[in-house]
């Protein structure tokens, strides 16, 4: 199973502080800033030392302070603003860009979508291909839908709103998508620290459904055999980084992988921590 443990050790690559700063809003940790950054945010006003750690003591001013950032090169502005919280159930302190969020380690959430059809004892999943002008992992396979949770969103939404948008599910049918489960991760990418919280979701399609790129964030679609992802996510790098735990889980529940194997036993205790 090595082939697929180090998709999870990929995913687990980031050692923190790892040289970073605390960041913290109104006195409340919720991210890490590298040296570069934490020595430009004390340029700032109402922001402040507090020991080891970068506070920001109005939090209301966070998406000013990223705008400014933004402009100067720091980080891609992505026009998509999230929200901000020190747990991922807490209340939301403010909101940021997008792009922000691996720049100052900020927790992400998001929605994965197994979109699956059953024939007979078969089991297949449909393969989006990323559109090559894709800010993050271009040309790479995809889930059929897969999207970060803007301010305000509830996950459901989410899967409403993306379904919608990237594959041209009808609401209705998007609407029967089941929770299967949450897996989190911390990252070192290009883009910075990645702390993304995963939201994934089975929905089973009719057999005559074809989905359509509705918004050019996927190039196309593909079912493939759930045997067939296996094997490229056992031997290959094709899908973006975070599908490939997604896949691991749905492998274990579908049986692809005896969960209660000793191999399947590693990789849930890998994915349970990741």
Not at 30 to 51: N, T
Not at 177 to 204: K, N, Q, S, W
Request: glycine share 10%; proline share 7%.
């Amino acid at each position: 199973m090595d082939g697929l443990m180090r998709h999870i050790t990929a995913c687990r690559n980031a050692r923190l502080p790892g040289g970073r700063r605390e960041f913290r809003l109104g006195g409340v940790a919720v991210g890490w800033a590298a040296p570069a950054l934490a020595a430009r945010l004390l340029a700032f006003r109402d922001m402040r030392a507090e020991g080891d750690a970068i506070a920001l003591t109005a939090p209301a001013r966070l998406p000013e302070i990223a705008a400014e950032l933004a402009a100067e090169g720091l980080f891609s502005w992505r026009g998509e603003a999230f929200d901000v919280r020190a747990e991922p159930t807490g209340r939301v302190l403010t909101t940021v860009d997008r792009g922000a969020l691996p720049a100052f380690g900020l927790r992400a959430e998001g929605v994965h979508v197994n979109g699956l059809v059953r024939r007979g004892d078969a089991v297949f999943l449909w393969v989006a291909r990323r559109a090559m002008d894709r800010p993050l992992d271009p040309g790479k396979r995809d889930h059929l839908v897969a999207g970060g949770i803007p301010a305000g969103f509830t996950p459901w939404r989410t899967v409403i709103k993306e379904a919608a948008e990237e594959a041209a599910i009808p609401a209705a049918l998007a609407a029967k998508a089941r929770p299967v489960a949450i897996i989190t991760y911390a990252m070192e990418r290009p883009e910075g620290l990645r702390r993304d919280r995963l939201h994934c979701f089975d929905l089973d399609l009719p057999k005559d459904f074809v989905p359509r790129a509705a918004d050019g964030e996927a190039a196309g679609f593909e079912l493939w055999p759930l045997a067939a992802v296996l094997d490229a996510v056992m031997s290959g790098d094709e899908f973006k980084f975070n599908v490939n735990l997604v896949l691991i889980d749905l492998f274990l529940r579908q049986g692809l992988i005896d969960p209660a194997s000793p191999d399947g036993r590693r990789l849930r205790a890998a994915l349970a921590t990741a």
